[in-house]
């Protein structure tokens, strides 16, 4: 399985912006797909999870403010964050825990201000 992330930018306070990662390979393989988040200095953390079998988690600090979601046909899962805040700058990776193991795409940055 291979992830590819992309549509962070720079987005005032308050804004909107939609992640995606579009995965490729053995889809079939995946069981669960999150997003997480590293802000400088900070330790990696996980933001949203969705599994095959209907699970969604949130961490505490985005609960109603972000979305995570799925297009099977477009083999995507999106991330979609709103009131975004300045603490919410952070490098944004998804990841993917599959049958054989787990797979990182490469981070997409994401920076809050005005």
């Known amino acids: 399985v291979q992830l590819q992330a992309s549509g962070g930018g720079l987005v005032q306070p308050g804004g909107s912006r939609r992640l995606s990662c579009v995965a490729s390979?053995?889809?079939?393989?995946?069981?669960?797909v999150g997003w997480n988040r590293q802000a400088p200095g900070k330790p990696r953390e996980l933001v949203a999870l969705?599994?095959?079998?209907?699970?969604?988690k949130y961490v505490e600090s985005v609960k109603g403010r972000f979305t995570i979601s799925t297009d099977s046909a477009k083999n995507t899962v999106y991330l979609q964050m709103n009131s975004l805040k300045p603490e919410d700058t952070a490098v944004y990776y998804c990841?993917?825990?599959?049958?054989?193991?787990?797979?990182w795409g490469q981070g997409t940055l994401v920076t809050v201000s005005s």
């Open positions: 990841n993917a825990m599959t049958s054989t193991g787990g797979v």
């Open positions: 390979g053995s889809i079939d393989s995946i069981r669960t």
């Open positions: 969705i599994g095959t079998s209907g699970v969604i």
